[in-house]
T-cell receptor, first 111, second 114 residues
């Protein structure tokens, strides 16, 4: 069966520090991968998606970047965090035209 | 443009009563529709989907949803609510192309009171 992992579960970082969040998927090949941010327990904002290794599409201009160095690994990064980057970050995977499966999330607090 | 609307920020229901969480959509072509549930500080869990076939779709934890093409709706239902059903519920529609992107509604908080 397929599983998706995210780490860390929680993170507290100072403004201006770098960020690296990691997501890995097991039990499937060539998945579509997604990064979302959720603010205040409400709506989801799609940040990036990837349909293959090295292929990254950005949905909104911002202080973040994403990379997919391996088929089942998706990394969310920032060189310098802003207060507004605080939120709940969710990674998800899917096969085309099917449901997405979400990881457990990372709670990021920028102070 | 494709969109999803969940008109209610919160739905309150007594335990044992039936519940409905509303969702309407706007898409070009045939819609692929999904429902997810999210408990506090957790990722989203997939409940059910409509791709084609029967308009009444059954999913996890006793939930079901009815696809209504004429009303462009996909309401989530459960015959008898449990306190443990209290959570945030999201409706989503599959976007165009093969990226697998989903367009999510803003979410509805379901509060089931004992």
């Amino acid at each position: 069966s397929q599983t998706i992992h995210q780490w860390p579960a929680t993170l507290v970082q100072p403004v201006g520090s770098p960020l690296s969040l990691e997501c890995t998927v097991e039990g499937t090949s060539n998945p579509n991968l997604y990064w979302y941010r959720q603010a205040a327990g409400r709506g989801l904002q799609l940040l990036f998606y990837s349909v293959g290794i090295g292929q990254i599409s950005s949905e909104v201009p911002q202080n973040l970047s994403a990379s997919r160095p391996q088929d089942r690994q998706f990394i969310l990064s920032s060189k310098k965090l802003l207060l507004s980057d605080s939120g709940f970050y969710l990674c998800a995977w899917s096969v085309p035209a099917s449901e997405q499966f979400f990881g457990p999330g990372t709670r990021l607090t920028v102070l | 443009a494709q969109s999803v609307a969940q008109p209610e920020d919160q739905v309150n229901v007594a335990e044992g009563n039936p519940l409905t969480v509303k969702c309407t959509y706007s898409v070009s072509g045939n819609p692929y529709l999904f429902w997810y549930v999210q408990y506090p500080n957790r990722g989203l869990q997939f409940l059910l989907k409509y791709i084609t076939g029967d308009n009444l779709v059954k999913g996890s934890y006793g939930f079901e949803a009815e696809f209504n093409k004429s009303q462009t709706s996909f309401h989530l239902k459960k015959p008898s609510a449990l306190v443990s059903d209290s959570a945030l519920y999201f409706c989503a529609v599959h976007g165009s192309g093969n990226t697998g992107k989903l367009i999510f509604g803003q979410g509805t908080t379901l509060q089931v009171k004992p």
